[in-house]
């Protein structure tokens, strides 16, 4: 049965289209046979992914139709959900590889694209689609329902990177002359990716959980895919006739604030937070590869792959790994070695990651490609030091291509020779089967965390495109419109504009969703000591439809010595009845229960004046925890 599957969607969707490519242009890699592993674990990813995607795919059993979970591993971790962050990155993978040729891919699009329609509609601890805070939730149960358990909430580049993967749909739709594919754009597309610009437009100067899920503050990731989607969406607004003054507004407000991450030596991870961190981290590889423009220079403000901003952030990134791992140890300054999120990680231990090792790999790739069409390469002061460790006789200069004296061929070659080492490195520690997992040990590369993980497929897709536009004629993704010579605001600007969500039912979302509600702050007065922490439920969906674990989570944020403050936002529909009550959770994992009922009756919609304006002043009734029982966790 399992197998069939497999068989059937290996036969429906083919990895073709691009098996014929010209000869790389000026290297050949010592390992000659790279390219055809590459070729071979290409189509593995590929299939890796695809096994991941409902409603047919071979490891995603039960996973509703367009929906791409994380991982099949479901427990030490469990990823059977669909984050919209990984599935946006896997998606606009997924499109890049439909627009050159493999044609089967568009069912599987169009699944998305309706699985996203429906999930903008489903109410969330981080709000709902009414006042656009819900786009803002990472994570969905694979069957299209709301995820109620603790986590790093809201997550706000999982619209922009929507938006973008959509978009890159949407264009190719364009540029077709069938009307169908217009009417397509027009009416499903388009309304599916208003939401999630007008969410951008509405909270990027929000802080939020970056794309690790554990900083609250603000992301340079988050940043910089916020600004692209914007661009980017303008223009396909303008194109469609919709109105896009609001993007324009705050497109430049984002770019602004973009540069702000910049220290001089590196882009910081993650700014107005209070994680103590170096914020050298995959983060910012990982953004330069999701605003690469084929059509861009190199330019600093967009960090752009080829920019010395991104070169030298590229360098103290893998450098902050030198000494990490010990399956790096026999690694000399300036050759590959495997990397991971930042040097300080504990999760599973910190270990190798295949799509930071990758990414380091497509970053290179997709600058070799820029160098090569904008037929120069400058060695500033700001990235001198990058070039010298890969080629020491590197000095300061613009080289041009083909010129006669071949430094310009020279730096390329060092370049491609040193992204071919992550790659070889990625590859050394895949098992024989080809399978991506999360992480491989640092230690001994075995492989550790989730099996396999969605992201690290669709990062070497990614990664086999990049190095075929940089050895070939091939053109792995188009431009985005990346403002070249962007002028970057001369004082930046803080901004929103207040956007309407509006279900998106051509699409598929359900009819009658998206009705107004209305945010209602519950506050309680609860004392409790560390581990001991307050939980609020009720008879609604939003507060956990009286199943504990269920129930939502609070924030301690104003707890003081004077005030034992527990919070809770809940977005709620407007005239609705609400029976409800307070959880304590105990740090062995039990509960205690209220010994109370609670009503509360919210507003009409017309009689709301705006968000928080209802807020609920409660008392803790009931029995109180016991400090010392044993922790669970
Ligand atoms: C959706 O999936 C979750 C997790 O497996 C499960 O608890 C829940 O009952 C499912 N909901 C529906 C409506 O199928
Ligand atoms: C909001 O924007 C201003 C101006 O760029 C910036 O100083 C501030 O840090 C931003 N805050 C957040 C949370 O984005
Ligand atoms: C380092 O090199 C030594 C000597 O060639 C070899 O025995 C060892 O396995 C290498 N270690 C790693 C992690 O590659
Ligand atoms: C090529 O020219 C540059 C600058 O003019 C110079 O620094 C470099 O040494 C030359 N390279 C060779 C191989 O002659
Ligand atoms: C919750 O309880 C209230 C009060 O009994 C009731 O009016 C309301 O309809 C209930 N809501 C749901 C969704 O059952
Ligand atoms: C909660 O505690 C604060 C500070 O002690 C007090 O001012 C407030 O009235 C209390 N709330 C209620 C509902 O009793």
């Known amino acids: 049965m399992m197998l069939r599957t497999v068989v059937s969607t290996l036969t429906a969707i083919s990895v073709s289209g691009v098996a014929a490519q010209s000869l790389p242009r000026q290297y050949t890699s010592p390992a000659d046979d790279l390219s055809s592993r590459i070729e071979t674990q290409n189509g593995i990813s590929l299939q890796g992914v695809l096994n991941n995607i409902g409603p047919?795919?071979?490891?995603?059993?039960?996973?509703?139709a367009g929906v791409i979970i994380a991982s099949p591993s479901t427990e030490d971790p469990n990823y059977y959900f669909t984050w919209t962050r990984d599935a946006a990155l896997t998606m606009k993978m997924l499109v890049d590889e439909f627009i050159h040729g493999n044609t089967g891919l568009r069912p599987v699009i169009q699944d998305y694209l309706k699985a996203q329609a429906i999930l903008q509609t489903v109410s969330n601890p981080s709000g709902a689609l009414y006042s656009g805070r819900g786009l803002g939730e990472p994570k969905f149960y694979s069957n299209e329902t709301r995820f109620n358990g603790d986590w790093g909430r809201p997550q706000r580049d999982g619209p922009a990177l929507r938006a973008t993967a959509l978009i890159a749909y949407a264009r190719w739709l364009l540029s077709t002359t069938?009307?169908?594919?217009?009417?397509?754009?027009?009416?499903?597309?388009?309304?599916?990716?208003?939401?999630?610009?007008?969410?951008?437009?509405?909270?990027?100067?929000?802080?939020?959980?970056?794309?690790?899920?554990?900083?609250?503050?603000?992301?340079?990731?988050?940043t910089a895919v916020q600004h692209r989607a914007l661009v980017e969406g303008i223009v396909l607004g303008d194109q469609l006739g919709h109105p896009t003054d609001a993007?324009?507004?705050?497109?430049?407000?984002?770019?602004?604030?973009?540069?702000?991450f910049w220290n001089g030596q590196y882009a910081i991870a993650n700014i107005n937070s209070e994680t103590p961190r170096t914020g050298i981290d995959a983060n910012t590889v990982l953004t330069s590869i999701a605003t690469f423009d084929p059509g861009a220079e190199c330019d600093n403000e967009l960090f752009q792959p080829c920019s010395a901003w991104?070169?030298?952030?590229?360098?103290?990134?893998?450098?902050?790994?030198?000494?990490?791992?010990?399956?790096?140890?026999?690694?000399?300054?300036?050759?590959?070695?495997?990397?991971?999120r930042y040097a300080s990680d504990v999760y599973y231990g910190g270990q190798a990651w295949y799509l930071t090792t990758f990414a380091v790999a497509e970053q290179l790739y997709d600058a070799i490609q820029q160098w090569n069409t904008i037929k120069t390469l400058t060695v500033s002061s700001t990235d001198l030091a990058f070039w010298q460790s890969i080629y020491p006789s590197a000095q300061l200069g613009t080289y041009s291509k083909g010129n006669g004296n071949g430094t310009f061929e020279s730096l390329v070659n060092a370049a491609l020779a040193y992204a071919d080492g992550f790659t070889e490195v990625g590859l050394k520690y895949t098992p024989a089967s080809g399978a991506l997992s999360e992480q491989f040990s640092g230690d001994n590369g075995i492989q550790v965390s989730a099996r396999d993980l969605t992201w690290s497929y669709a990062s070497f897709v990614t990664l086999r495109g990049a190095r075929l536009a940089a050895t070939s004629d091939y053109e792995q993704v188009p431009s985005w419109g990346a403002p070249?010579?962007?002028?970057?605001?001369?004082?930046?600007?803080?901004?929103?504009?207040?956007?309407?969500?509006?279900?998106?039912t051509a699409a598929g979302a359900p009819a009658g969703a998206g009705g107004c509600t209305l945010i209602v702050t519950f506050n309680v007065n609860a004392s409790t000591f560390f581990g001991e922490n307050l939980y609020l439920w009720g008879n609604v969906s939003?507060?956990?439809?009286w199943i504990p674990t269920d129930a939502l989570a609070g924030s301690a944020n104003g707890y003081t010595q004077d005030r034992p403050l527990w919070t809770f936002d809940v977005e709620l529909p407007a005239d609705s009845?609400?029976?409800?009550?307070?959880?304590?959770?105990?740090?062995?994992?039990?509960?205690?229960?209220?010994?109370?009922?609670?009503?509360?009756?919210?507003?009409?919609?017309?009689?709301?004046?705006?968000?928080g304006s209802t807020t609920i002043e409660d008392v803790w009734v009931g029995p109180t925890g016991t400090p010392g029982k044993k922790m669970l966790f």
Do not use: H
């Not at 609670?598 to 709301?608: D, G, I, K, V, W």
């Open 56 to 64: 047919n795919g071979a490891k995603a059993p039960g996973a509703s």
């Open 577 to 611: 009845n609400v029976r409800y009550y307070y959880l304590r959770k105990e740090p062995d994992g039990s509960f205690l229960y209220e010994t109370v009922d609670r009503m509360f009756t919210n507003l009409e919609c017309a009689e709301s004046v705006g968000p």
């Open 310 to 340: 991104a070169l030298a952030n590229l360098q103290v990134y893998v450098d902050s790994f030198r000494t990490r791992y010990s399956i790096n140890s026999n690694a000399t300054d300036g050759s590959a070695i495997a990397t991971g």
């Open 542 to 545: 939003e507060l956990g439809n």
């Open 247 to 260: 993007y324009t507004a705050q497109a430049p407000n984002i770019l602004c604030f973009l540069q702000t």
């Open 178 to 222: 069938d009307s169908a594919d217009y009417t397509e754009v027009a009416e499903e597309v388009w309304p599916v990716v208003q939401n999630d610009l007008n969410y951008v437009v509405q909270y990027w100067n929000e802080t939020g959980f970056d794309l690790w899920e554990e900083v609250r503050g603000s992301s340079f990731f988050t």
């Open 484 to 504: 070249s010579g962007s002028t970057v605001p001369s004082t930046c600007e803080s901004g929103s504009t207040v956007g309407q969500y509006v279900p998106a």
